[in-house]
């Protein structure tokens, strides 16, 4: 939201914003309601005399559903707390002053009146500045005050709007499917922060992901027979969409030759991608510097081929050598997760203006910035584009642009604009891939002569605990489901085969994709006391999923460098120190 909008908004007069607000309740009343496990059936639950925590960002939907069930809450002691407050009282809620930076103690006294004469507590639990999704000891501390148990509520919409805030507040659509899951911390003791943690993002991870089954299937329609009174409902789809074309067009890459249509999109997408690229290289569209060295690792290929890694292990390089790192990637929660692992005191950023970002970077200290997945993102001028080529890829598929096959644009056209190349692969080093290895260097020797090229082979190191049931494991792990949603799931269930003999049972998802509850269910079942195994980029979307005490477990990927990494490390070092210049005007 822009600033002036703002500010405009706090000269509303209060009387009038609160009339605001009331005016816009009304819209509850055409979400539909639902449980995650059950969506076919309206769901309306009534909360227990006992302390809920919740996310500021959910603060409206769950503000209309719990109207008039006798509940106390606690707002702040500002002009937007004064706001809510007054809603709220209006809507049947005791109300609470105070905040965990103004008036704290007084609110939470009032809290335990509260309680003490039979109404429950809700909290929002990041509330009332942030940082988002991160607990605070409140409902905690209410709960140790109280002698009462715990249950978090977990929220999400199948459509709707977020506002630019700290807290990415959730306005949910006009008629949208909104999921509800409330469920207890503990049983027969008394919670702390981090159990309430991991139970509200436990049952948040349920009911958004409930929320993008509801976006992926068809809803439920009226079907007639035969011009008559009969009806039946249409039935839902059990295989997300996304899925069901990820399998299809990874089946299409592999033919030698698409289906004419297929090829037909390629010829339409190559033609505005080349387009695009032309309009740069002409100075119709122009590149914006950042204002410090920027450094691009990215391919030409859809997926899988070890960009985040490899921006992690730059990363890692330049801060040994004294700089400070800022990696810019798209804003999967999984990939931020992952570079935030492996790449420990870089500066993390998901957004997709890379630009916006890079410069933000500068300005909070960055000395140089690493754009993960940036070789087609012009708009941002690199110093040193490093082109990662897919061995798997070009080995294995029919090399069609998509979306009859993977590549974004001609490899051998994106060799003469790369600044460095670095081949990679997670197939186990043979003799024969050594040969295709040496051939492809040669390829791009003669396509790009002076361009460094060097060899990389993803692998595999032991396994690593990553749930309380993994780390309470007595003796070996012996996982016996393999789950993974990345985009070439065969060769982590390759690797994974190799490293754990245990493992019976794979189940793909789609990229960045999280398991159906029928899957979960399967997965569980499937693997007994043994567990899980899956990806480090994984873990994070999947062990909410899943019950603490299943064990999870984590194949952690290695890198090995087999020939040329010298000369591009340099060249990297050199970029980060300002010792190798280009032209903004070349517009890279």
Not at 203 to 212: D, F, L, S, T
Not at 434 to 444: A, I, P, Y
């Amino acid at each position: 939201m822009p600033r002036h909008a703002v500010l405009s908004a706090r000269r509303i007069p209060l009387g009038l914003a609160v009339r605001l607000v009331r005016a816009a309740l009304p819209i509850s009343r055409t979400w539909r309601l639902r449980h995650p496990d059950d969506p076919g059936r309206p769901y309306r639950p009534r909360l227990k005399h006992e302390v809920h925590a919740c996310w500021h960002e959910h603060l409206l939907p769950l503000t209309c559903l719990f109207a008039g069930q006798e509940l106390a809450t606690l707002a702040s002691r500002d002009r937007d707390g004064e706001i809510i407050s007054r809603v709220l009282r209006r809507l049947g809620y005791r109300v609470a002053r105070g905040s965990s930076t103004r008036g704290g103690s007084a609110g939470f006294r009032q809290l335990t009146r509260a309680f003490a004469s039979g109404r429950g507590v809700i909290l929002t639990g990041d509330g009332p500045r942030g940082p988002r999704r991160s607990l605070k000891e409140g409902a905690a501390r209410i709960a140790a005050l109280t002698d009462s148990s715990v249950t978090v509520v977990g929220v999400a919409a199948s459509s709707g709007r977020r506002l630019p805030s700290w807290d990415r507040f959730l306005i949910p659509a006009p008629g949208a499917t909104v999921f509800v899951s409330p469920a207890p911390v503990a049983e027969g003791y008394a919670p702390d922060t981090g159990d309430i943690q991991a139970a509200l993002q436990r049952e948040v991870a349920r009911c958004e992901q409930a929320a993008r089954e509801a976006r992926w299937t068809r809803p439920p329609g009226i079907v007639r027979r035969g011009g008559g009174q009969d009806r039946t409902p249409r039935p839902e789809r059990e295989t997300p969409v996304r899925r069901s074309l990820e399998l299809r067009l990874r089946r299409q890459w592999r033919r030698p030759r698409a289906a004419l249509p297929m090829r037909g999109l390629a010829r339409i997408y190559g033609g505005v991608h080349d387009g695009r690229h032309r309009l740069y290289d002409v100075g119709v569209l122009a590149t914006h510097s950042a204002a410090i060295p920027v450094i691009s690792v990215g391919g030409v290929t859809v997926g899988g081929s070890g960009k985040t890694p490899l921006a992690a292990c730059i990363a890692r390089m330049l801060r040994e050598a004294g700089h400070r790192p800022a990696i810019l990637a798209r804003g999967y929660t999984d990939e931020l997760e992952l570079l935030a692992h492996e790449a420990p005191g870089a500066s993390i950023r998901g957004h997709p203006d890379r630009l916006r970002s890079a410069r933000r970077a500068a300005a909070e200290g960055a000395t140089v910035v690493i754009v993960d997945d940036g070789f087609q993102h012009r708009r941002l001028f690199r110093d040193l584009d490093l082109l990662v080529l897919d061995r798997d890829a070009l080995r294995r598929t029919n090399r069609e642009r998509l979306p009859a096959g993977p590549f974004r644009e001609r490899w051998e056209r994106a060799v003469a604009r790369a600044d460095a190349i670095l081949c990679t692969g997670r197939e186990p080093w043979t003799a024969e891939l050594s040969r295709f290895d040496g051939e492809l260097r040669v390829r791009c020797g003669s396509l790009a002569p002076n361009v460094p090229v060097a060899t990389a082979v993803f692998g595999h190191g032991p396994l690593e605990a990553a749930s309380a049931g993994a780390r309470r494991w007595a003796g070996s792990p012996a996982p016996r489901v393999a789950l993974t949603g990345i985009m070439k799931p065969n060769l982590f269930f390759a690797q994974a085969g190799a490293a754990c003999a245990s493992v019976r049972e794979r189940l793909a998802l789609s990229d960045h994709g999280i398991p159906s509850p029928r899957e979960r269910t399967a997965a569980v079942d499937a693997a007994g006391r043994g567990g899980v195994l899956t990806t480090r980029k994984d873990v994070s979307r999947l062990r909410p999923l899943f019950d603490p005490g299943l064990p999870i477990w984590v194949l952690p990927e290695t890198l090995a460098w087999k020939a040329g990494w010298e000369d591009v490390r340099r060249l990297i070092l050199d970029t980060a120190s300002g010792r190798k210049d280009r032209d903004p005007a070349a517009g890279r």
